[in-house]
T-cell receptor
Framework: AQSVTQLDSQVPVFEEAPVELRCNYS??????LFWYVQYPNQGLQLLLK??????LVKGINGFEAEFNKSQTSFHLRKPSVHISDTAEYFC????????????FGTGTKLQVIP | NAGVTQTPKFQVLKTGQSMTLQCAQD?????MYWYRQDPGMGLRLIYY???????DKGEVPNGYNVSRLNKREFSLRLESAAPSQTSVYFC??????????????FGNGTRLTVT
């Protein structure tokens, strides 16, 4: 069985400051990892994904994440946040093929303070 | 370029009433999904349809039924609504369920309140 944990339900950060949103997963097999973002009153959009290869993954809007197999983590980072980054961010994991097997985390609300 | 369209956007039901949530995609996707989103619980898969003519249960199927009407449309039905079904419902689609290299495309959601 697979699971994903987002320990921080809310993260406030000042505009132009760096941010890290934490994601840890558990699985007994190789995994595929995703970060999705949800802006207010919208559906989710893919920010970035790790399927294989380089452990540092770059996504849209200046976000990046690093896959750390030994620590079973996939933390999301941005060096300088903007007001428009205010949203809820979901980490997701799949330990086998197919989106029907994807498990979403509980989400982290990023609040960017002017 | 509509993507995934969900109707209605909002709905209030009384306990025991029934309703159908509609979802349509215009991207020629084969696989479609219904999720519910609850505070502190993330997204949970209710049902999915890997291709036209097939449907399968997800993590939380109890109290729901689905119909894959054609390739474009995938509806979710609540036969007898309960307060525990108060949630935000999202429909999503992708060309192929195994295509993890591609993103899921989500609709904007239906906010359902059952009183």
């Amino acid at each position: 069985a697979q699971s994903v944990t987002q320990l921080d339900s809310q993260v406030p950060v000042f505009e132009e400051a760096p941010v890290e949103l934490r994601c840890n997963y558990s699985s007994s097999v190789s995994v595929y990892l995703f970060w999705y973002v949800q802006y207010p009153n919208q559906g989710l959009q893919l920010l970035l994904k790790y399927l294989s290869g380089s452990t540092l993954v770059k996504g849209i809007n200046g976000f990046e994440a690093e896959f750390n197999k030994s620590q079973t983590s996939f933390h999301l980072r941005k060096p300088s946040v903007h007001i428009s980054d205010t949203a809820e961010y979901f980490c997701a994991v799949s330990a086998s093929g197919g989106y029907q097997k994807v498990t979403f985390g509980t989400g982290t609300k990023l609040q960017v303070i002017p | 370029n509509a993507g995934v369209t969900q109707t209605p956007k909002f709905q209030v039901l009384k306990t025991g009433q029934s309703m159908t949530l509609q979802c349509a995609q215009d991207m020629n996707h084969n696989s479609m999904y219904w999720y519910r989103q609850d505070p502190g619980m993330g997204l949970r898969l209710i049902y999915y349809s890997a291709s036209e003519g097939t449907t399968d249960k997800g993590e939380v199927p109890n109290g729901y039924n689905v119909s894959r009407l054609n390739k474009r449309e995938f509806s979710l039905r609540l036969e007898s609504a309960a307060p525990s079904q108060t949630s935000v419902y999202f429909c999503a689609s992708i060309f192929d369920k195994g295509a993890l290299n591609s993103p899921l495309h989500f609709g904007n959601g239906t906010r359902l309140t059952v009183t």
